[in-house]
Structure formats: structure tokens, C-alpha cells
């Protein structure tokens, strides 16, 4: 195999001939456009997570204010509405919002609309953190650079099809609903009764 070969092969090429070998009897075209599609996601939330470190945060709290920047003015949310935009469980994105609010970035206030509900509000400091941020990136970050690589009629093609690929996933449910459950493990009868005579 010539230089230029292995420089054409990805990873998943590889993954691909594994596949062949198995002999499954169904096209693994599928597979291997699933895998690269979270390959890629991994290099693109690695950029993610730089920019969110720059602000002192993690990535998932990053996302959390950037979507309430986003909304604009009043810049609130519910927590439901924040909950469609991560694959993180309710207990999660309390946590995040928790330390969110003790850094002053985010604030909860009562929902004027329903008592019994909350609301999520970017706070002038948030306001500030996420904007600064985000007027921080240009075409001269890693990921735009690499997508900045492929052709307009490229990027146009690629974008239709991962388009019609995510609405296909949204007909089917939520992301909330997508979400994997997160089970506590059962204590087990001999915990249990010990516990009992306590």
C-alpha cells in the first residue's frame, strides 16, 4: 500500500474490512456512515470543550448558557426546554444549573406564566462570559478550518443530507425521550435485611 493510500484511508475503512469479514449478509453502509458521523462529532465537541474551558466551564454548562444567549431577550428558559437541547438526564442538568447559578452566570426565578414552574435566566455576567465567547470565533478555528476544506456545493450536500437524517431521528423521539435511563443498582438481600435490623 503506496503513501497515498494509507492518506485516503480513515479509520472506519478499516472498520469496513473487519466488517466484510464477518460476513453479517446485509450492507454495512449504514455502520460505517453512523461511525464516521461520531467520529467527527468527537473532533467537533473536542473544539467545543476548549472554548468552554477558556471560560472556566465544561462543555455541557457551556452549551446551557450559549442556549439561553441564544434566545434572546429575556434570555430564560425552562428547564424542559434545556433538556431538549443535551443528552443528559433531568439530575444532570440540575447539577450543571446548580453550579451554574453559584457562579452567578444563571439565576431561577418563578415563571410568571405557570407558579408552579421555573425559569432559567443568563444573568449580565453570563451575558457577557457566552457573547465574549462566541464573538472569539472566527474562520481561523480548528473546526471551521477542516470543514472550511470541503467545496460550498460540498458543504451544501452535506448539510441536506445530515439534516434529513436528524429529522428522521427527531420523528422518532425527543431528544429527552433518547436519553439512556440511568438506573440505580438494587441493593442486594443481604444489604437489605442487614439495614432492616439496624
Given at each position: ?10 479509520f ?19 455502520m ?59 439530575a ?33 455576567k ?61 441493593r442486594?438481600?443481604r ?8
Amino acid at each position: 500500500m503506496g503513501k497515498h493510500d494509507r492518506a485516503s484511508k480513515d479509520f472506519v475503512d478499516r472498520l469496513e474490512e473487519e466488517w466484510e469479514k464477518k460476513n453479517f449478509g446485509y450492507s454495512t453502509l449504514p455502520m460505517a456512515v453512523s461511525a464516521r458521523i461520531q467520529r467527527a462529532s468527537f473532533y467537533l465537541q473536542s473544539h467545543i470543550a476548549r472554548l468552554a474551558a477558556s471560560c472556566g466551564l465544561n462543555s455541557r454548562e457551556f452549551m446551557a448558557i450559549s442556549a439561553l444567549w441564544r434566545s434572546g431577550p429575556p434570555f430564560a428558559l425552562n428547564p424542559m426546554q434545556l433538556l431538549e437541547e443535551y443528552f443528559v438526564p433531568a439530575a444532570t442538568l440540575t447539577r450543571q444549573l446548580d453550579r451554574l447559578e453559584q457562579i452567578g452566570l444563571v439565576e431561577r426565578r418563578p415563571d410568571l406564566q405557570d407558579r408552579r414552574a421555573v425559569l432559567v435566566e443568563l444573568t449580565a455576567k453570563g451575558h457577557k462570559l457566552v457573547d465574549h465567547a462566541m464573538r472569539r470565533l472566527s474562520p481561523r478555528q480548528p473546526d471551521q478550518l477542516v470543514l472550511g476544506k470541503l467545496g460550498q456545493s460540498e458543504l451544501m450536500a452535506l448539510n441536506r443530507s445530515l439534516k434529513k437524517l436528524l429529522l428522521l431521528f427527531e420523528q422518532q423521539a425527543t431528544l429527552r425521550a433518547a436519553r439512556p435511563r440511568t438506573r440505580r443498582p438494587s441493593r442486594s438481600p443481604r444489604r437489605r435485611s442487614r439495614a432492616a435490623t439496624l
